[in-house]
């Protein structure tokens, strides 16, 4: 049966309610198993990301015939720790076996070590595209504001790869207690 183009339209209006609610749901979850604010604001790598972009003030605002300069090593930069990010998260899942997977899941908790891995490189992720997102516009205008705030987000991109780093490493620990007790 065909459907009118009201109800067509209706239909693709629900479509899009229920993709909205759900991109929702998944920044809520994330946002949540990533701690929230606090965690943000507790954390020592915001920290170290805002003092390295004041001490590094006068690279990310050098021009050189108008444009600025620190942009395109930006560009070079974040799809590599992109990659990182994607590639550490396939090899978490793609070697792990069930005991391993069971112990971090740890019985189905909302908040278990696998979701917060998982929240942790998708926090890291979109810290990455804000910073290659910022990194475009500044080369679209030149504003001192919009290319610290893109330097800042590098430098956090940058740093929070340690925190990932550590994540791996915790987890590590975990799967060789598993693999060990076989």
Not at 31 to 41: K, P
Not at 61 to 68: A, M, P
Not at 84 to 101: D, R, T, V, Y
Request: proline letters at 3%; one cysteine or more.
């Amino acid at each position: 049966m065909k459907q009118s183009p009201s109800q067509h339209e209706q239909s693709e209006s629900r479509g899009t309610s229920e993709s909205h609610r759900q991109k929702n749901s998944t920044f809520r979850v994330y946002w949540a198993l990533y701690g929230g604010t606090y965690s943000l604001i507790k954390s020592p790598y915001i920290y170290t990301a805002i003092i390295f972009t004041i001490i590094t003030n006068p690279l990310w605002t050098t021009t050189e015939e108008g444009k600025r300069i620190w942009p395109q090593t930006e560009i070079d930069i974040i799809p590599g720790l992109m990659g990182f990010s994607l590639g550490g998260m396939a090899i978490l899942l793609a070697f792990s076996n069930e005991k391993f997977i069971s112990a971090i899941r740890q019985d189905g908790k909302i908040d278990s070590l696998f979701m917060k891995c998982v929240a942790s490189f998708f926090h890291f992720l979109l810290i990455q595209t804000i910073a290659l997102a910022f990194s475009i516009i500044s080369i679209s205008y030149d504003s001192n504001f919009i290319s610290g705030l893109g330097f800042f987000f590098l430098s956090y991109g940058m740093l929070a790869a340690i925190s990932i780093a550590g994540l791996l490493l915790q987890i590590s620990r975990i799967f060789n207690v598993t693999e060990t007790k076989k």
